[in-house]
């Protein structure tokens, strides 16, 4: 991008000295206050933040009354219905406007009250309309007050109190209050069922043991209500539709022999008799039920889950006492909600479940408690197969990634981390190496944090680093031992030796600490929270949960790819600029942009801009909608390149020559411009080849030093003599010190069979070929600057150097 060039934003707010623009889908914010406006301006909000506390707990308080005289069952159903309408359309959370956001809420949070609040003796029999908009309108208040108001008044009364607070700790704190509040979605709904058999089935004796009901079905029967809540409307539209059909065409048959009636209660009277007579009552009643009543959500409708399961996972209304016992934040949105610990609610004796997020976010956590609480003598045999389970699911999931990767698990070595440094055996959960990559995998199997930020950012903070941090020091620990010598010995846990490895092989290396629990927001910024005791070290470092390596292992299809993704997500570790909520907004960025860091880089203009990257993950959400509904569709989530590019990666791939990884970085680097050089010549050159019987290599010169040759066995041999004479004069040609020569062998019908590279230096040329080589050189760069055509003075130099032409070859003899 030029530094000249002014693009005009999509759109643009200013409010007094604060200005922000949207540009496509990257927001940048501004402040624009001098010292004595911010001062003034932090003295009112600090000032305003006692009366904001009131409000809000005044708001809950009218919540909670409202909610205690109207019927559970309706508010749930009417919340249901009014988020299906609001999410109708909707394929990815970027599409998402307040009132969306909002209608989830009246789901989650009114259920969080309803179970914790005792129901009024003069219950209402119905939710009236009027009910249902003050309603509406009372959480919507509550939530705009908690998300906007209340956290800016909150660190401006904070910093009243502590001058010296530290904003970019009081930045994270907000941040992690707002997920807390208003984030939802784990995982796509396409991986729950994969999700719950990867950590449930291990456990299938103790559930059917305590519920009679094993985990594959418990899973199956889950699967049914995640059916029921996302299609059951439509299907019990569609059923309705047809089953009117079915109906009226009795009675028109009837009506054609003969049936006589007078009023409109007949009519009513003779669709009764046809369903009667047909034996569908208890069809009609079955398509009633689920259109018009609590069928959808009446999970022993639904499934088959033992009730003794269900009663686990459910609270009755006014059950929960934690939500509004006496204490700061009492039925806040910041304390621990109780959809958090039981997804289901149990109104009237039927147990029902409303929201899939409350289902699936927390349900294997829940089922932890749940075993506990029946089987106390369990939680060891618990803990040790979540352990295993989840040291083994990183593997699973990188060796679909990068199929073919040489595996270590459980590594022991010898390290200097006892007292005075003495050498004691150490463990890292394991490795996996591909061709120039290793990877040092920490796995961590505890549950993040149960603490609300808002009550204890202490204990928040600590579960983070008890989940990133301490296994991104103990690999960081491996990759000092790795380079503590030239070639270094790694054990088995009986201390016997099972390889050696070298930190010369390895062109990157990756710590991967792996989760059981997402915290996907957090986990996507992890680089940027040093200011919070959470420094991530030299090494680059990608924390990942479980969830997002299963998204990743089934968006690539390559390897190759996959790592090449994986160096520009690692060049973001390195990067002030990149500031993404959502780790797939850096696959997002990664397909449209390539090296996005670079890209990134080009739109900061002043050290003062922020740039949040939001919203880069829409197609990925669009394709995981789609899949929902088909399973076997395959992913569509490419960078757009050439097919004769896509080709030699593919090649790269089967072949597993050593370096093979480097290569194919150094061409999926190039910038779209340079890959359609590369690829549009290659193309011409095998038509031209094999008209002319002579090999034409290709060159590029600049920041990407390739020569390359196509060889068509059947037109001519390979020159070895060609390969070395031409790319030596090319890189003498624009004095480069280094030169890639690629290698493409093609079949007669120009299927690429074959890649070969190597690298050449110009401190390998022997003495005596210099002046040869040197005058090659110069008809070279003749042969470029004619081609080129006529040139201005100050043009770049046709000879690819990089140079004005003026400074370049104007004085070369073109004769």
């Known amino acids: 991008m030029k530094k000249n060039i002014q693009i005009k934003p999509d759109d643009y707010l200013q409010a007094g000295p604060l200005e922000i623009a949207r540009f496509g889908n990257k927001i940048i914010y501004q402040s624009n206050f001098n010292d004595n406006q911010f001062v003034d301006f932090q003295k009112e909000l600090a000032s305003n933040f006692d009366d904001i506390v009131i409000q809000i707990d005044e708001l809950v ?3 909670s009354v409202m909610v205690s005289v109207l019927p559970a069952e309706q508010i749930l159903q009417r919340a249901w219905f009014e988020m299906a309408m609001q999410h109708i359309g909707l394929r990815s959370e970027i599409e998402t406007n307040s009132e969306n956001v909002l209608s989830v809420r009246m789901l989650d949070y009114l259920q969080s009250i309803i179970v914790s609040v005792s129901p009024n003796s003069a219950l209402k029999t119905e939710v009236s309309e009027r009910d249902w908009i003050e309603l509406n309108n009372a959480v919507e208040k509550l939530f705009n007050l908690i998300n906007y108001s209340y956290h800016i008044c909150h660190t401006a009364k904070r910093k009243e109190l502590n001058p010296d607070i530290d904003m970019d700790e009081e930045e994270f704190y907000f941040k992690a209050q707002m997920y807390w509040c208003n984030v939802r979605g784990e995982r796509y709904h396409q991986f729950q069922a994969a999700h719950l058999s990867d950590l449930l089935l291990i456990h299938s004796g103790v559930i059917e043991e305590n519920f009679g009901i094993s985990s594959k079905q418990l899973i199956s029967e889950l699967m049914k209500i995640q059916d029921s ?9 569609e059923d309705m539709q047809l089953f009117q059909k079915e109906t009226m065409s009795c009675v028109k048959d009837r009506i054609l022999q003969g049936e006589k009636f007078k009023k409109e209660e007949d009519v009513g009277e003779l669709l009764r008799l046809v369903i009667h007579e047909n034996n569908w009552d208890s069809r009609n009643e079955d398509i009633c039920g689920r259109f018009m009543g609590l069928d959808l959500f009446d999970v022993a409708k639904v499934t088959n889950i033992p009730e003794k399961l269900l009663s686990s996972l459910s609270f009755s209304r006014g059950e929960d006492k934690e939500f509004f016992a006496e204490g700061e934040y009492r039925g806040w949105p910041l304390r621990i909600w109780p959809v958090f610990k039981k997804p289901f609610v149990k109104l009237n004796g039927k147990y029902y479940c409303f929201d899939l997020n409350s289902l699936f976010d927390n349900f294997y956590r829940v089922m932890q408690r749940v075993i506990f609480s029946h089987a106390p003598l369990y939680k060891p045999d618990w803990n040790e197969k979540q352990k295993n389970i989840s040291e083994e699911l990183p593997f699973k999931y990188l060796n679909k990634l990068i199929s073919g990767s040489q595996e270590y698990r459980s590594v022991y070595y010898r390290s200097g981390v006892g007292k005075k440094g003495r050498m004691e055996w150490c463990e890292a959960d394991g490795l996996v190496s591909y061709d120039d990559h290793l990877f040092v995998i920490e796995v961590k199997a505890g549950a993040f944090t149960y603490t609300s930020p808002a009550n204890d950012l202490p204990a928040y903070v600590k579960s983070i680093k008890g989940l990133v941090l301490n296994p991104s020091q103990q690999a960081q620990r491996f990759v000092d031992y790795l380079f503590s010598a030239p070639s270094v010995s790694i054990f088995d846990e009986n201390h016997k030796e099972i390889g050696v490895l070298s930190h010369s092989d390895y062109r990157k290396i990756t710590i991967l600490p792996v989760t059981l629990d997402s915290f996907t927001e957090i986990a996507a910024q992890i680089q940027h929270l040093k200011s919070v005791g959470i420094d991530m070290g030299k090494t680059p470092t990608w924390s990942i949960s479980i969830d997002d390596l299963r998204v990743y292992s089934d968006v690539f299809n390559n390897p190759l790819i ?22 797939l907004d850096h696959l997002g960025m990664y397909l449209k942009h390539n090296n996005y860091v670079s890209y990134a880089n080009s739109l900061k203009d002043t050290p003062e801009t922020r740039i949040n990257f939001h919203g880069y993950r829409l197609d990925i959400d669009n394709y995981y909608a789609d899949k929902l509904r088909n399973p076997k569709l395959a992913s569509p989530l490419n960078q757009k390149m050439p097919m004769r590019l896509m080709e030699i990666i593919e090649v790269l791939s089967i072949n597993q020559q050593k370096g093979r990884t480097r290569i194919s970085s150094f061409l999926l680097d ?7 050089t590369i690829i549009n010549n290659i193309d011409l050159v095998l038509v031209k080849q094999k008209e002319t019987q002579h090999s034409l290599p290709l060159s590029l010169y600049g920041e990407v030093k390739l020569t390359v040759f196509c060889w068509q066995e059947s037109c001519f041999p390979r020159n070895e003599h060609l390969v070395l004479e031409h790319s030596r004069a090319a890189m003498l040609a624009v004095n480069d010190t280094t030169r890639l020569i ?48 006529k040139l201005g003075r100050n043009d770049p130099c046709s000879c690819g150097s990089g140079k004005k032409y003026k400074k370049c070859c104007i004085d070369l003899n073109l004769s």
Not at 744 to 772: A, G, H, N, Q
């Open 562 to 583: 996959f790592l090449h993704f994986l160096e520009q997500r690692m060049n973001s570790f390195l990067s002030e600029v990149i500031q993404s909520d959502d780790e």
């Open 61 to 63: 308080d009218e919540i």
């Open 229 to 237: 809540l996302m299609y059951g409307m439509g299907n019990a539209i």
């Open 742 to 789: 690629i290698e493409l062998f093609y079949s007669d019908e120009l299927t690429l069979e074959k890649v070969e590279w190597r690298d050449i230096s110009i401190d390998e040329i022997p003495s005596l070929e210099l002046d040869r080589l040197n005058e090659i050189a110069s008809n070279l760069k003749k042969y470029r600057i004619r081609k080129a055509g």
């Open 670 to 676: 190039c910038a779209e411009e340079c890959r359609k």
